[in-house]
């Protein structure tokens, strides 16, 4: 349908407007599916560093993909 095809195309733009390290930990936690503690240990950094950035990363995700055009 034609929201489905606007969805996914926001969701695309959304991921494009991302750093390559930024999408490096998205992509490690959901397109890899990997917990916190085991993207900390790749990534080495603290868990509690991807964690906290992971939730700025979904919050700001959230609120791009609600923007009006």
């Known amino acids: 349908t034609e929201e489905r095809w606007i969805r996914k195309v926001c969701v695309q733009q959304a ?3 991302l750093t390559l390290e930024e999408r490096q930990l998205i992509d490690l936690r959901y397109k890899d599916d990997l917990a916190q503690p085991v993207i900390a240990q790749i990534l080495g950094m603290p868990e509690g560093t991807v964690k906290v ?3 700025r990363l979904r919050k700001r995700l959230r609120k791009v993909m609600t923007e009006e055009p």
């Open 15 to 17: 991921l494009a407007s």
């Open 53 to 55: 950035r992971l939730h």
